[in-house]
């Protein structure tokens, strides 16, 4: 939590004059008592109206001064809190897109959006009353018993003996509290999972008949989260029951103590009542200091998850110029290279190797689970390899900053990503400064250019969140023209093809071979056909590298490709047949 308050930075001038005015807003309070003893004791024991009115009206001025100061350190503590919460929010959602896939994957999306969304709020309102309360509470409780002190040693002795009691059951609440914030906040995590999964895959629920089954998992989930929300209800709403009967019997213990005194002619009406407004001055800011600290309980809690995002080393090892190019090297070259997921029972790849020149097109084909879309992660760095090296016109991987490095490559992956936005947008993601003649050269290579042509608006047609307003085949198709507008290198498609008719996919791959700027293409598919003319296939079989080398190769020396093909093929024959 220590290493958030660097984002006060800034709000230094806020941060001082916040609690300054709110302290001298609880001086005036304290006056309060003093004044309403004199009345008692001046104006009314002696009947004089006037003596009455002038401190009547000094209390209504001092109301109004206070007022003032109290809305002033308001203002200013909520102008620190929410810029607090903007930069907190700002360099969380920095730092989580720096974050390697793997921490991502690791991580999950439903705590990532908790953390950016309800622990930054919650942490934001605890430094808005901190501000305001944390030494104006203290100020007012240790100013009461003081000024108790000023009016009679021995009734202020209750003072000393009842603080310390009411400290040990708030701090001891609060204690109980912050693991049990903790554990509410990893479990609303887990609904928040439930619900986005739910949400985002409503059509296969429902066309696999798993409402009730879904349904069940969120309500057990739910019940878990709130008997953790009861459980710390309960203790915490222990704070203001047991701090008003120790306050009351203090007060009970004080006015009897004060009746002694008074007959006895130690003390005066007024200044019992005094005491008496100093000790109830202490149960109110006790009140207010019990609920802020259940809330900065929450607060720590929320803002150690925040900080724990942030700790996590979001830095991969990159270069920090271009390296030259090797003269006569290849266009990349995996040099021995595995790979294990972590927490894996074994490595997803093992002992890769492969050269590619520039401008040829590889075919990477294999069972599911093989290593395919892992070996195309590796290539543009989503996943850093556990051993070997990659290199890119021989360079290491590793030698690249990551910005050029991605700017070199061309992704299609596997899911067609689209966003909220026109068309247009959705293909200058890929380059900003691509102009229109680029984007329809971009569509014609990808097979697009026909449907975007046809929708209302051309490249200004509207793109809804996902792309759900186009069909499978033509969200994939975009996507490739956005990889194709940026002219890459290297052109990597993840098994982008597989909503596709066989004619547009053999339209798109005579297209990418006919490009003037001739990319090295990695083509990842389940089609052996797709693959069928690509320069080299490399065939992987759990992780191992099975075979690599032409279509009539692999055919002849490997068994794995010839499995493939020939069960695709009879497939097929038997539908025609």
């Given at each position: ?80 809190a ?8 700002a ?57 108790a ?19 040990v ?35 296969v ?53 004060g ?22 001055q ?17 607060s ?13 080393d ?26 294990r ?21 590889i ?12 070996l ?74 026909s449907?975007?042509?046809e ?32 002219r ?16 547009t ?30 320069d ?38 038997g539908?025609?047949?």
């Open positions: 939590m220590r290493k958030l308050f660097c984002y006060l930075k800034g709000y230094g001038r806020e941060c001082i004059l916040s609690p300054l005015f709110k302290l001298t807003e609880a001086l005036l309070e304290l006056l309060v008592p003093l004044v309403v003893a004199g009345i008692i004791d001046e104006g009314i024991a002696h009947s004089d109206t006037g003596y009455i009115v002038w401190n009547c009206l000094l209390l209504v001025g001092l109301g109004l001064l206070g007022l003032g100061f109290s809305v002033t350190a308001q203002y200013f503590a909520a102008r620190a929410v810029g607090f919460g903007e930069k907190v929010r360099a969380l959602f920095r730092h989580i897109s720096r974050l390697p896939v793997a921490e991502l994957d690791r991580l999950g999306t439903a705590t990532m959006i908790t953390r950016l969304t309800s622990d930054t709020n919650q942490v934001q309102s605890g430094v808005n009353m901190t501000l305001r309360l944390l030494l104006r509470s203290p100020f007012v409780v240790f100013g009461a018993m003081i000024m002190f000023i009016i009679d040693v021995r009734s202020a002795m209750i003072f000393v003996l009842a603080i310390p009691v009411l400290s059951v708030v701090f001891g609440i609060m204690l109980l509290c912050i693991p049990l914030y903790q554990k509410v906040q990893s479990r609303l995590d887990r609904v928040l999972g439930l619900t986005r999964e739910n949400l985002s895959g409503a059509r629920i429902r066309a696999f008949g798993r409402e009730e089954e879904e349904s069940r998992l969120f309500r057990e989930s739910n019940e878990r989260l709130t008997s953790v929300q009861k459980l710390v209800g309960r203790i915490s709403a222990l704070m203001n029951p047991l701090t008003y009967i120790l306050i009351n019997l203090a007060i009970l213990w004080l006015i009897y103590e009746a002694l005194r008074v007959e006895s002619g130690i003390l005066t009406q007024g200044m019992v009542i005094a005491l008496y407004n100093y000790m109830s202490i149960l109110v800011e006790l009140v207010k200091l019990a609920s802020l600290i259940i809330l900065m309980t929450k720590v809690a929320c803002g150690n998850r925040v900080a724990a995002v942030l700790a996590i979001a830095e991969q090892v990159e270069g920090e110029t271009v390296p030259e190019p090797v003269a006569g090297a290849p266009a990349v070259c995996f040099r021995n290279v595995s790979f997921y972590r927490g894996a029972a074994g490595p997803a790849l093992q002992g890769v190797n492969l050269e590619v020149l520039h401008g040829q097109t075919g990477v084909i294999g069972g599911t689970g093989s290593g395919k879309s892992t195309i992660n590796l290539l543009w760095r989503a996943y850093d390899v556990t051993e070997g090296e990659i290199l890119l016109d021989g360079r290491d991987l590793r030698e690249y900053p990551l910005r050029d490095l991605r700017a070199r490559i061309g992704l299609v992956p596997q899911k067609a990503e689209l966003f909220r936005g026109s068309i247009r947008d959705n293909l200058q993601y890929g380059n900003p400064s691509a102009s229109d003649g680029d984007l329809w050269e971009a569509l014609r290579v990808a097979q697009a250019e449907f975007v042509r929708k209302p608006g051309g490249l200004d047609g509207m793109c809804e969140a996902g792309g759900r307003n186009f069909s499978g085949g033509q969200r994939q198709r975009l996507t490739i023209a956005r990889a194709l507008c940026r890459p290198s290297v052109l990597i498609l993840d098994d982008s093809a597989s909503a596709l008719d066989f004619a996919d053999a339209a798109l791959r005579r297209s990418i071979r006919e490009l003037p700027y001739a990319p090295t293409v990695f083509v990842v598919s389940q089609r052996a056909s797709t693959l069928r003319h690509a080299c296939i490399l065939v992987l079989d759990d992780g191992h590298v099975a075979g690599a080398g032409t279509h009539e190769e692999l055919m002849r020396d490997c068994e794995v490709y010839r499995e493939i093909y020939e069960s695709q093929y009879r497939k097929e024959d539908i025609h047949g």
